[in-house]
């Protein structure tokens, strides 16, 4: 049973305009939620996070939401730039314990010049 | 330089075959993990470790083996590899079970 669910494989976009990547989870337990991203042949990154606490977290271009009552979190990128296609992956963890993070299926965005 | 490496890159090997990939970092964290990616399922963990001479299992530990006998080195052995084994593996390490996670690239295993 998947407890962090992405439910879009994948998302294309416009250079310049903006990326909604989302997340879905079940778990009413996790409290501490990460993103990711990946590029072809190399490990995933760290890209931001967001703690339950708050509804949303921004860094630069990224902001995170969470709404807590629908279980769902979303990342928005603005604006959105070629070199910000890649694979990105949600994950969740309970007591903000990252030892033990939880990933989606993750979502491949395409920016397109 | 500083981070974190894993070896081989790529390794083909027979079903049946016991088969170690390494990870080694160099900032001295505390935690270390392997998880594997495969389609459609993201990436799921198999081991962790909290500390040299402490690992735990992951969502996904049957067929591994870990150990760590020192902070810098923790190695993934799978005894009798399988198909089902067949994964891109990722190792990482945190400065603590609150930090996030920073991954190596990657060792693609391939069992024939």
């Known amino acids: 049973d998947q407890q962090v669910k992405q439910n879009s494989p994948s998302l294309s976009v416009q250079e310049g305009r903006i990326s909604i990547l989302n997340c879905d989870y079940t778990?009413?337990?996790?409290?501490?939620f990460l993103w990711y991203k990946k590029y072809p042949a190399e490990g995933p990154t760290f890209l931001i996070s967001?703690?339950?606490?708050?509804d949303k977290n921004e860094d630069g271009r990224f902001t995170v939401f969470l709404n807590k009552s629908a279980k769902h979190l979303s990342l928005h990128i603005v604006p959105s730039q070629p070199g910000d296609s890649a694979v990105y992956f949600c994950?969740?963890?309970?007591?903000?314990?990252?030892?033990?993070?939880?990933f989606g299926q993750g979502t491949t965005l395409q920016v397109k010049p | 330089d500083a981070g974190i490496t894993q070896s081989p890159r790529y390794k083909i090997t027979e079903t049946g075959r016991q088969v170690t990939l390494m990870c080694h970092q160099t900032?001295?964290?505390?935690?270390m993990f392997w998880y594997r990616q495969d389609l459609g399922h993201g990436l799921r963990l198999i081991y962790y470790?909290?500390?040299?001479?402490?690992?735990d299992k992951g969502e996904v530990p049957d067929g591994y083996v870990v150990s760590r006998s020192k902070t810098e080195n923790f190695p993934l052995t799978l005894e009798s590899a399988t198909r089902s084994q067949t994964s891109v593996y990722f190792c990482a390490s945190s400065e603590n079970k609150y930090s996030p996670l920073h991954f190596g690239n990657g060792t693609r295993l391939t069992v024939t």
């Open positions: 994950a969740a963890s309970e007591a903000g314990n990252t030892g033990k993070l939880i």
């Open positions: 778990n009413s337990m996790f409290d501490y």
């Open positions: 470790s909290a500390a040299a001479d402490i690992t």
């Open positions: 967001i703690s339950s606490i708050k």
């Open positions: 900032w001295s964290h505390s935690y």
